[in-house]
C-alpha cells in the first residue's frame, strides 16, 4: 500500500509561481512513473505531467507545457511540479499519483494510475 500527500497548494495571482510536492510513504516509488492531474470544479479530472522512473523521460499536456516542470528525487521518494507564469485557468485541484506498471514509460490517462493523493488546491487570482 502507497499513501501520497500532496503539499505546496495555495492561493496566487496570475503570472506568479508554485512548487508542489508530492511524499510518498509505505513504499519505493522508484520503479514506477508518477503522474500529476487536475480537477477544477465542474470538470473531468485531466493529465497535466508524467515522468518515467528515472527521469529521463516527462511528459506534459499542452495547456502547461513550458510553464510547467516535473521532476522527482529517489532519495525522499517524492516527487515535484514547479508551475511559472500560473493563469486563472491552472486553478485546479492537483492531485499526484503512481503508475500501476513499472516506469519506463510516461503515462497519460486516469486509468494507468494505482494509487492517488488527496489533492492540494491551487487558485490563480486574475
Known amino acids: 500500500q502507497v499513501q501520497l500527500v500532496e503539499s505546496g497548494g495555495g492561493l496566487v495571482q496570475a503570472g506568479g509561481s508554485l512548487r508542489l510536492s508530492c511524499a510518498a510513504s509505505?513504499?519505493?516509488?522508484?520503479?514506477?512513473?508518477l503522474g500529476w492531474f487536475r480537477q477544477a470544479p465542474g470538470k473531468e479530472r485531466e493529465f497535466v505531467a508524467s515522468i518515467n522512473w528515472n527521469g529521463a523521460n516527462t511528459s506534459y499536456a499542452d495547456s502547461v507545457k513550458g510553464r510547467f516542470t516535473i521532476s522527482r528525487d529517489h532519495a525522499k521518494n517524492a516527487m515535484y511540479l514547479q508551475m511559472n507564469n500560473l493563469k486563472p485557468e491552472d486553478t485546479a485541484i492537483y492531485y499526484c499519483?503512481?503508475?500501476?506498471?513499472?516506469?519506463?514509460?510516461?503515462?497519460?490517462?486516469?486509468?494507468?494510475?494505482?494509487?492517488w493523493g488527496q489533492g492540494t488546491q491551487v487558485t490563480v487570482s486574475s
Open positions: 509505505g513504499r519505493t516509488l522508484h520503479v514506477h512513473s
Open positions: 499519483a503512481t503508475s500501476r506498471l513499472y516506469g519506463t514509460e510516461t503515462y497519460r490517462a486516469i486509468a494507468d494510475y494505482a494509487y
